[in-house]
């Protein structure tokens, strides 16, 4: 028995009713509004790590200022008149359900219909320090005790304001469906009693929560709060809001990565064509703003400009792979026990989104204001701050839902080039980049190899080296606030910050002995980012590969041969669900192959099995323009995730990220040749399409374990990928070693790079059906 | 600047705009209906996806010039009103799959979805798994298998006559 055991035993024998109580605030405002602590306020931890640098790109006084509020950090609750309840997210909703799991939330505790609950996304808010970022598939982990603390504490407010009201105990009134009942058929809606709820003064109050056994809203599956929108198409993106003036504008764009404007030869011709009202040369090239996006294309590709030399000129993926493979760190000696060991691939890939980066900026003498989707907004309002040479305070910055993210908006990089556009010529500007910029200069997941080593003797394993390298991983975000952004662009800083990330983030399910597992990282001359699930697909496809291998070679099942080594009881029951509900080992026709694995982060666990068919028939069947290629024919996905507040959308998650394992191991990648991306549309970047989609698929979200809710958002990523190349490596009887598997073969013909995008189409009508 | 005209979920519009502005900008940003979403701006994602004259077409690629004054086309904002609904059936497909995660390709997909079964239809046949391969709307998010479910079950509420 643990202590924690003993405790909560010995506890309830002496008080049975004891729950755990909560601080939170009630504020003092006219209409109730309560709170709770995000994180403590207190701005020692970015004290911490202050460096001189720092001062000079942001004013500290405002964000430290701002920190030291008694009331900062806090996440707010509002009980409207009209019965509705309004939460501002300090999170950014690009499709991951968080609007609708923190309805859900509130709705629990407050004992409220949630169609009743109100979710926006706060503008950024420096004084949250770390506490602003959407990364890491954290937003559940971090706000599910907060935003139940300030939900819980606002219906204790209103049966209390219900109670004096009518002179009656709390304990005979009851609350439901966002109506108070008392006796005597008494009855008000929270709207009725929200003034009399409110606080004259701000005062801390203790609050204990909903017991889990009395759920009735959190772990049960919910459909998205803004499905309706989304299908009717009122669902409102970046692109699509009306700020008064904001015309459209694009960028014309070197033709290799990051080369600057030299000259141009025809602003004045350009300036004068229909519809233009600007052209002017900016940081990352020529901005053209015009009466519609129609005719910035038609700007941007009549622009003749020379170009200065990029960051990474004339480099390939042949050149890269040579720099990584002069980066890798030694695996040590060998061993003298039998060993396997094997180096792996992993190509560029695109995190684009769907919505193209964009961003609204109208920036004034004295002030600015930004729309994007952001998630790292404090990060964003502090460095288009210092861009601009305006204080903190004068720059607002609104996060509005986005179109995907995948790690993409991660940064802000339409922000500040909407930003320098609009201060330059003095106007607001709606600014997009075309899907070439996205795919050509847009940010990346760098190409990386891993080496792996597994020791063992007979059915033991002894040890397992694993030597990560990898084109830099821009972490130019930190942990969303600019203290810890810029200790990772600090020379040094970065490699501790990666380094620490990456151990952070990778796991070993398997009691393989002494493990060790490091990243090396070189050349930063690339546009990259975190992509969904970071390190871990890649990390965990080699390894789960070579595990493949051990097992083939001590003539093991590799589903028995995984089981053996796993060390708790949670991988175990996921691995042992797809391996059931996926009927493992079923016989299959040559070609064809069933393939499994696993993966343990954020707090959850995963597992996948696949079948795969890559007979000829299959991988040669026709698709125009696209990649057909082996097709996934089966998936069974198992997830852990300790509590899952809606399993409806952790299925979906898990769903979307199958799809990006697929794409991961078999079609998505860049092709990098003399120093630029060759790929410009999503005709030339293969990412799933339905005709690679599995016919079949089964997502099982597992009951609750920890009662906790873990990461959901990213999981799924990795095992996909690694099950799918097991799959792949089982069917075709070779393992695979280079990913995606179909790199060295380029599947379309690349576009121009002068002019940087192609051609608006006028066939449209030919192709009406 | 020549006027062009042509009727737009249901009504007779009227715009002044280069022959050859594309359809999708003279929507977006001269009159402001955004539900068909830029993706590409080449026809290949098909994120603007939207009728013309009942069939699936992709207005980043149709010169404004184009489209006659008796042409109907029909963006997500006009298909509910083409059953006289609140909803389209495969809107409410749509709904009870849960199908969307960000939203932003799924006006084009409803779009090429309700297309797609009224040439089935025609063609006096109902859907088959080839005809679901055959989409071409991305999908970054990776809602795929969802979409498949709610176009079978949006194809099975329309019924043989659409």
């Not at chain 1, 309004?86 to 509130?106: D, K, N, Y």
């Not at chain 1, 496809?541 to 708790?568: M, S, T, W």
């Not at chain 1, 509900?581 to 016989?587: I, K, T």
């Not at chain 2, 009727?7 to 002044?16: I, P, S």
Request: net charge neutral; charged share 20%; aromatic share 6%.
């Amino acid at each position: 028995m643990t202590d924690a055991d003993r405790t909560s035993r010995q506890g309830a024998v002496a008080r049975p009713f004891a729950r755990r109580r909560f601080l939170g605030y009630v504020l003092a405002a006219p209409t109730l509004t309560t709170a709770a602590q995000l994180v403590p306020a207190s701005g020692a931890r970015a004290a911490e790590i202050l460096s001189p640098e720092i001062t000079e790109l942001v004013d500290l006084n405002d964000v430290m200022t701002a920190a030291a509020l008694p009331t900062s950090g806090l996440i707010t609750v509002l009980v409207n008149t009209d019965g509705t309840v309004s939460f501002a997210l300090p999170r950014t909703e690009v499709g991951q359900g968080i609007t609708t799991s923190t309805a859900m939330l509130i709705a629990e505790e407050l004992g409220i219909p949630l169609k009743r609950v109100h979710i926006t996304l706060a503008d950024a808010r420096p004084e949250l320090l770390f506490n602003q970022l959407t990364g890491g598939s954290n937003t559940t982990f971090s706000t599910y005790t907060p935003i139940r603390v300030a939900a819980a504490l606002a219906r204790t407010r209103l049966l209390r304001a219900a109670a004096a009201a009518w002179d009656t105990p709390v304990a005979e009134l009851a609350m439901e469906a966002g109506v108070v009942t008392g006796p005597g058929g008494r009855s008000a809606d929270i709207g009725a009693l929200s003034r009399r709820a409110a606080g004259a003064r701000t005062e801390q109050v203790s609050v204990s929560l909903k017991p889990r056994d009395m759920f009735t809203v959190i772990g049960r599956p919910h459909g998205r709060v803004d499905a309706r929108a989304a299908v009717t198409g009122r669902k409102k993106f970046t692109l699509d809001l009306d700020v008064p003036d904001a015309m459209p504008t694009m960028v014309c764009r070197p033709p290799t990565i990051n080369g600057k404007v030299q000259s141009v030869s025809n602003l004045a011709e350009v300036r004068a064509m229909p519809g233009v009202t600007d052209v002017v040369v900016i940081t990352t090239g020529v901005a053209v703003r015009a009466a519609t996006f129609g005719r910035c294309i038609d700007a941007v590709r009549a622009l003749r400009v020379s170009w200065k030399p990029g960051t990474a000129e004339g480099k390939s993926d042949a050149s890269v792979l040579r720099e990584l493979r002069a980066a890798e760190l030694p695996m040590g000696l060998p061993p003298l026990t039998p060993s396997v060991e094997e180096r792996f691939t992993f190509h560029f890939r695109s995190n684009s989104a769907l919505e193209p980066n964009c961003a609204i900026a109208d920036v004034r003498a004295d002030r600015a204001e930004v729309w994007s989707s952001l998630k790292a907004p404090i990060v964003a309002k502090e460095a288009i701050a210092a861009r601009l040479g305006l204080p903190l305070a004068a720059v607002t910055v609104h996060v509005t839902e986005g179109g995907g993210s995948f790690g993409r908006k991660l940064f802000f990089d339409a922000a500040l080039e909407a930003v320098e556009v609009s201060q330059r010529i003095r106007k607001p500007v709606k600014l997009m980049w075309h899907r070439a910029d996205d795919a050509r200069q847009g940010r990346t997941h760098p190409m990386a190899t891993s080496r792996v080593r597994i020791d063992y003797l007979g059915d033991t394993v002894l040890g397992y080296r694993q030597r990560h390298t990898s084109v830099s991983t821009d972490l130019g975000h930190g942990l969303g606030e600019i203290f810890t952004a810029l200790a990772a662009r600090l020379p040094v800083g970065d490699i501790g910050f990666s380094e620490t990330f990456f151990q952070l983030s990778q796991s070993m399910p398997y009691d393989f002995g002494a493990n060790s597992r490091l990243l090396s990282e070189t050349d930063k001359g690339f546009n990259t980012g975190s992509m969904r699930n970071v390190y871990s697909p890649d990390v965990t496809c080699a390894r789960e590969l070579l595990v493949d291998r051990l097992a083939a070679i001590r003539g093991k099942d590799p589903y028995r041969f995984r089981r053996g080594f796993l060390r708790d009881d949670r991988s175990r029951a996921v691995l042992d669900t797809v391996a059931e509900a996926g009927n493992w080992g079923r016989s299959m026709p040559v070609g064809t192959a069933q393939g499994i694995a696993l993966h343990t982060e954020y707090h959850s666990v995963s597992a996948v099995l696949v079948e795969i068919d890559c007979r000829p028939e299959t991988v040669g069947r026709p698709v125009r323009d696209g990649v057909a290629g082996p097709r996934v024919t089966k998936a069974v996905i198992a997830v852990d995730v300790g509590l899952a507040v809606n399993p409806l959308g952790v299925e979906a998650q898990m769903t979307g990220c199958l799809m990006d394992g697929i794409a991961l191991a078999l079609t998505s990648s860049l092709h990098l040749r003399d120093g630029h991306f060759l790929e410009a549309s999503w005709d030339n970047y293969f990412y799933t399409r339905q005709w690679n989609t599995p016919p079949e698929l089964e997502v099982i979200v597992m009951p609750a374990t920890t009662g906790r809710p873990g990461g959901a958002g990213e999981l799924g990523v990795a095992a996909s990928m690694a099950a799918v190349a097991c799959a792949y490596g089982r069917a075709t009887g070779s393992l695979p070693t280079v990913f995606p598997i179909n790199h060295g073969t380029l599947s379309f013909d690349p576009k121009p790079t002068v002019p940087p995008v192609p051609a608006s189409p006028t066939d449209g009508l030919d192709h009406v059906r | 600047m020549p006027v062009h005209t042509f009727r737009l979920n249901g009504e007779q519009v009227t715009v002044d705009a280069p022959d050859d502005e594309r359809l999708l900008w003279v929507l977006r940003d001269i009159l402001g209906v955004t539900g068909p979403k830029y993706g590409c701006g080449i026809n290949v994602c098909k994120a603007c996806t939207s009728h013309l004259n009942g069939r699936a077409a992709n207005p980043c690629a149709i010169p404004v010039k184009d489209l006659r004054p008796s042409d109907e086309v029909t963006t997500i904002e006009g298909l509910p009103a083409t059953v006289g609904a609140e909803l389209h059936p495969m809107q409410q497909a749509w709904l009870d799959q849960d199908v969307a995660q960000c939203g932003y390709c799924q006006p084009g997909q409803i779009m090429a979805a309700v297309a797609l079964v009224r040439r089935v239809a025609e063609e006096g046949r109902t859907i088959t798994e080839a005809d679901l391969d055959g989409i071409r709307n991305i999908c970054r998010c990776g809602t795929y298998p969802r979409i498949r479910e709610a176009i079978r079950a949006g194809a099975a509420h329309l019924g043989p006559e659409q």
